[in-house]
């Protein structure tokens, strides 16, 4: 590997357990080009992506320059523990939304700025195949996206509780539905025990973009009657 890139050794779930790793990082940020030391914020569990290959692994970096997110996997080499580590080879691609069908409105991109990243994201993960990344991150965003529209509703809601409480304040009884749904799918991609073994992150998926689409069109009517009203 070349010097744009520092060794790092990083613990991962390997094989049911904790396992060292070697992982290339780089020097520089793959979206703003600057220099840093990168946060890590999540470092999944190795996994294989079609039988008879090798493993994976996937990482999210955070840049400290310009606070974008950026995803890297890495191929797990069989029988490489060596020194005490195990040895793994960058597998390169570029961050991008090139090929991804992300169709988040206007409104919903300007009420929660950090929902479309972790959404974005998580559909490049998808693409990647980064499959425990993919859904985790669906989780994640959901939460943002309903603590947001809360608090664009009542700047005093109170969003450090349980996600369940706030969806359970929720008046439009559909909008209610699809979040706890969401949810409950959402907790199954977090945790090790599925309570529902027939759904995966991408029915998780289908009900937060028509979850989009309802608060969408709350925000919308909102805006309506902020107009209407001002005739009357």
């Known amino acids: 590997m070349s010097s744009k890139y520092i060794k790092k050794i990083l613990p991962i779930n390997l094989y049911g357990g904790s396992s060292p790793c070697e992982f ?13 030391t990168f946060s890590i914020l999540f470092t999944s569990k190795a996994s294989k992506i079609v039988p008879h290959i090798p493993l994976y692994a996937s990482i999210v970096f955070e840049c400290p320059e310009c606070g974008l997110h950026f995803l890297l996997g890495y191929e797990i080499i069989n029988d490489s523990f060596y020194d005490g580590f195990n040895l793994t080879r960058l597998v390169e691609y570029e961050n991008s939304d090139i090929n991804l069908n992300i169709n988040v409105p206007d409104n919903i991109q300007k009420l929660s700025p950090n929902f479309y990243q ?23 965003s959901l939460e943002y996206l309903i603590k947001d529209w809360f608090i664009s509703i009542d700047p005093e809601t109170n969003i450090n509780v349980p996600l369940s409480q706030l969806i359970n304040k929720i008046k439009n009884e559909d909008i209610k539905t699809l979040a706890l749904a969401s949810a409950w799918l959402g907790n199954d991609e977090a945790h090790t025990t599925r309570k529902y073994p027939d759904k995966n992150a991408n029915d998780l998926l289908a009900f937060i973009d028509v979850l989009i689409t309802y608060i969408s069109g709350e925000l919308k009517i909102a805006e309506a009657k902020s107009l209407v009203s001002r005739n009357n």
């Open 24 to 36: 290339s990082i780089p020097r520089r940020c793959p979206l703003c080009g600057i220099a840093a």
């Open 118 to 140: 972790i959404y974005k994201e998580s559909l490049q993960a998808n693409a990647h195949h980064f499959n425990t990344l993919y859904g985790m991150g669906l989780r994640k």
